[in-house]
């Protein structure tokens, strides 16, 4: 193969593997899932179908996860008036990670007409993972305090996760062996939230682009600049040592 012909090939193999390099970059993957609720009211059972999505963020070391409800679960035979009802649940983590993380949310804005679905507000709360890998979230109990009731509604359908992010761990420590659940910490909430895990109030604030770790993105994009750069240096060095052995 002559030299021209080699240094083009070599140039071209070179921004493939870049290319490679900068594609695999891991990201979150979130889906809208379906959840089949059984909740136990003071005035008996009542069952409800929602979708739930989980977003997460970046958060300083960890990770702010938002639970979202599509649609209303459950029902008060009285009117909710404002600020009567506070929400809370648990997510279960599975993956690099387990046990549960503990979300709540504010108290209703607007009042609730009797025997009128429960439109749950988004739940937040902060994720600190204890392992580095890829930790799935999964919705599990949520739980309503109304007029000094509390209505329990746990998945009967075992939902698949609704978020499956790519962490990193303060200090870098790998996912291997056993694992524990993370520290958590719920939402701002007037009212009791069930929990798992150690737990703290509030979260740090912040925000990332909602495609898990961006550490590791930069890292493997500044990975692939590397590549190409060797490549170019290759490429010269082969042309010039093709241009002194045909002189």
Known sequence: MSYPKRTA???????????VVLLTAPAARADVVDVN??????????????PIDIKGVG??????ITMSW????????VELGKGAMTPSATIRLGGADSGGLAVSGPANAA???????IRISDLS????????????FTAAVLTIRAL?????????????PSLALDVTAPGGSSSGGSSSSGSTSGGSSSG?????????????????????PVDSAVALGTLGGTVLLAGAAGTLWLTRRGQTARR
Not at 9 to 19: F, H, R, T, V, Y
Not at 59 to 64: F, L, T
Not at 70 to 77: A, E, L
Not at 125 to 136: E, F, N, Q
């Open 59 to 64: 958060s300083g070391n960890g990770y702010k």
């Open 125 to 136: 709360g902060t994720y600190t993972p204890r392992k580095s890998g890829k930790v799935t």
């Open 70 to 77: 599509q649609k209303g679960v459950s029902s008060s035979p």
């Open 148 to 160: 000094g009731t509390t209505t329990t509604c746990t998945p009967t359908n075992n939902p698949a």
């Open 192 to 212: 009791g939230s069930s929990s798992a895990g150690s737990s703290s109030g509030g979260d740090t604030g912040g925000s990332l682009p909602q495609t898990g």
């Open 111 to 117: 009042a609730i007409p009797a025997d009128t679905p």
């Open 37 to 50: 609720y059984r909740c136990q009211t003071p005035i008996g059972v009542k069952t409800a179908v929602s």
């Open 9 to 19: 090939a070599l140039a071209s193999a070179a921004a493939l593997a870049g290319s």
